[in-house]
């Protein structure tokens, strides 16, 4: 079963502008074992889906020059049916509804509960997460 994993490890692209989020995320998903691709920005995670294909997005709300929003609706654009997994500190019920209508399979409040971002994770996923 190990060896079936590593060659369907799945790709996750973390766009976040905050570098200290990007490599807690980051570094949570390796353990995870699954490939994590950072990105710093809106458009830098535009770049990356269309170089190469991913399984889902985390995708913060709150970034300059490019918010979440506005990054959703290009990803619908690019990748209509790609699972995004919108975060934000600011969630509330009416911004996850607007984030929902865009399109965005969830949303996740920070700062991220370990458990809450498997649980959000493991639908988009071949192989269940461990929590270790």
């Not at 998903?29 to 990105?39: E, M, Q, R, T, Y």
């Not at 300059?64 to 990748?79: Q, S």
Request: charge should be negative; hydrophobic fraction near 50%; include cysteine.
């Amino acid at each position: 079963m190990a060896s079936r994993f590593l060659k369907t490890k799945r790709r996750i692209l973390v766009v976040d502008d905050d570098p200290d989020i990007r490599t807690f995320l980051c570094d949570l998903l390796s353990h995870w074992h699954c490939k994590a691709i950072p990105a710093a920005s809106g458009w830098e995670a535009l770049e990356v889906l269309q170089g190469r294909p991913v399984d889902v997005v985390l995708l913060d709300v709150a970034m300059p020059i490019m918010d979440g929003a506005e990054t959703l609706g290009e990803i619908r654009r690019l990748a209509p049916n790609l699972p995004v997994i919108m975060m934000s500190a600011l969630m509330t019920a009416d911004l996850k509804r607007h984030l929902c209508e865009l399109g965005a399979q969830g949303c996740l409040v920070k700062p991220l509960e370990r458990e809450a971002l498997a649980l959000a994770l493991v639908p988009y996923l071949s192989k269940e997460i461990g929590m270790a």
